[in-house]
């Protein structure tokens, strides 16, 4: 696929884009690029507006060709005045502006606290990225949500026992298991998929029950207890590698036990004694 170009039919390439089709099913009857107004009646379309947690009404604007001031940064920006600023015919953009449109909540937890970062680093003069903003970049970007409600699957990914995980509980890990991509560079690159795609994820544990409700419905539930956890626990060492390629039909590749053979992929537990990493669940 040609990245560059146009594909209307772009959510239907991998499973990877089901947690979008709801919202961009109707890509399909376009032959261009979505405009900024495309975007901005999806979210008038929605049953309640999008908000920042200033409370300020999320719309989709042209990017800005300079950046002079501290409230004109991207995220500063965001949370001030709930503009995004997008870039037309720019995959990422896009992704970012449907990952807004499907997690409302979690988009607004995370620009706040990429905000408060911004904030501090600039009232104490650093010119570091400081550690939340670290964690909140790699989730924004690459981040997988991992909704389970079987806890030995969870403790089998966060050990990095990929074999294990995605072929010997192959049954298992379909029913009781799913992968939810948030990230939107991870959505980019899920358009012309490659093996070594990884993403940074947090399991979200919930009842078996979850697994019978609409996807939409799924969606929002996500959306809501994950907001509440990012806000209270994001850290980079909760942030758990999820080689997203591994799961079965996200590639053409792995419907044989030897794809999970390959270590520069599915690299083992370096951690010592190969005991289970402190990793938190959101329940």
Not at 57 to 63: C, D, E
Not at 75 to 103: K, M, P, S
Not at 135 to 156: N, P, Q, W, Y
Request: charged share 20%; glycine share 4%.
């Amino acid at each position: 696929m040609n990245i560059l170009s146009w594909n209307p039919y772009f959510l239907k390439t991998s499973p990877a884009f089901e947690p979008l089709l709801g919202v961009g099913n109707i890509f399909e009857q376009m032959i261009c690029w979505p405009s900024h107004d495309t975007l901005n009646n999806l979210i008038y379309r929605l049953p309640e507006p999008i908000n920042t947690c200033s409370n300020k009404q999320l719309h989709f604007v042209q990017q800005s060709a300079s950046i002079q001031t501290f409230t004109q940064q991207y995220e500063a920006r965001v949370y001030l005045t709930g503009e995004v600023q997008t870039r037309t015919e720019n995959w990422h953009d896009l992704f970012n502006a449907l990952v807004w449109l499907i997690f409302p909540n979690i988009k607004a937890v995370l620009n706040q606290l990429h905000y408060q970062a911004l904030l501090h680093e600039q009232q104490i003069k650093s010119k570091r990225r400081g550690a939340l903003r670290d964690a909140v970049t790699l989730f924004d970007e690459s981040g997988v949500i991992v909704v389970t409600s079987d806890i030995s699957l969870a403790k089998l990914l966060k050990n990095f026992e990929w074999k294990a995980l995605f072929w010997q509980q192959r049954i298992k890990l379909q029913a009781y298991m799913r992968f939810f991509v948030f990230g939107h560079g991870l959505y980019e690159k899920a358009l012309d998929p490659y093996l070594g795609m990884t993403g940074k994820g947090i399991i979200l544990l919930v009842e078996d029950t979850f697994f019978d409700q609409e996807l939409s419905a799924q969606l929002a539930i996500i959306d809501v207890k994950l907001a509440d956890f990012i806000d209270c626990h994001l850290v980079s060492t909760n942030l758990t590698p999820v080689p997203i390629l591994g799961y079965p039909c996200w590639s053409l590749d792995n419907k044989d036990e030897t794809y999970y053979d390959n270590k520069n992929y599915f690299r083992s537990n370096l951690v010592k004694n190969n005991m289970i990493r402190d990793v938190k669940f959101c329940k």
